[in-house]
């Protein structure tokens, strides 16, 4: 069964590093998202992409924070100058441009830790 | 704005046991709604999900039915397993036909189901 991927599974960094955690949505999938969840918190919502650009935002996703699908198959969250409060689980989800599409399909998450 | 509501956690049950985790929603909206569930060291997986009023969500003994009158969606099993322990979490999207597409989760119930 087709699935999505997340690497890595887990990224320690420095505060004020850049961070870019890298997602493979389901292959004939053509929107995908970033959501998080810190520690004990909801599942909240990044952003989400279509047709390379973005379709809609939090207000979490800040400056700080991009998007990019640099070829057909990789689709990037990079975080320019991480903060401690960015220590969070980062999920990537996608789905597909048919009658199911508001069914969103997960990987398995970036834990990042920020110290 | 859009919000789910869901019950406190964490919850304990013996095998066996029949199984009610309550959620409710806001939304503006038609939306769909969504049970996710996440295993011990996993992502979020599609549970169960429904798409209109009155509609019945079901997979794996779980099931869910879409309350438009008492804006509910409360996710049931007759006889819980060991294999079900996991954080639950309800979920909604409004009308993707109208470019909102992105979930809205609530805090997510951590289920214990003992032998």
């Known amino acids: 069964e087709p699935e999505v991927t997340q690497t890595p599974s887990h990224q320690v960094t420095q505060m004020g590093q850049e961070v870019i955690l890298r997602c493979v949505p389901i292959s004939n999938h053509l929107y995908f998202y970033w959501y998080r969840q810190i520690l004990g918190q909801k599942v909240e919502f990044l952003v989400s992409?279509?047709?390379?650009?973005?379709?809609?935002k939090s207000e979490i996703f800040d400056d700080q924070f991009s998007v990019e699908r640099p070829d057909g198959s990789n689709f990037t969250l990079k975080i320019r100058s991480t903060k401690l409060e960015d220590s969070a689980m980062y999920f990537c989800?996608?789905?597909?441009?048919?009658?199911?599409?508001?069914?969103?399909?997960f990987g398995p998450g970036t834990r990042l830790l920020v110290l | 704005g859009d919000s789910v509501t869901q019950m406190e956690g964490p919850v304990t049950l013996s095998e066996e046991a029949f199984l009610t985790i309550n959620c409710t929603y806001t939304a503006t909206g038609y939306p769909s709604l969504f049970w996710y569930v996440q295993y011990p060291g996993e992502g979020l997986q599609l549970l169960l999900k429904?798409?209109?009023?009155?509609d019945k969500g079901s997979n794996k003994g779980f099931e869910a039915t879409y309350r438009k009158e008492t804006t509910s969606f409360h996710l049931e099993k007759g006889s819980v397993q060991v294999s079900d322990s996991a954080v639950y979490f309800c979920a909604l999207s409004e009308d993707p036909n109208f470019g909102n597409e992105k979930l809205t989760f609530g805090t997510g119930t951590r289920l214990t189901i003992i032998p």
């Open positions: 992409f279509y047709n390379n650009e973005i379709s809609e």
């Open positions: 989800a996608s789905s597909g441009e048919t009658a199911q599409r508001e069914t969103q399909y």
């Open positions: 429904a798409t209109k009023a009155d």
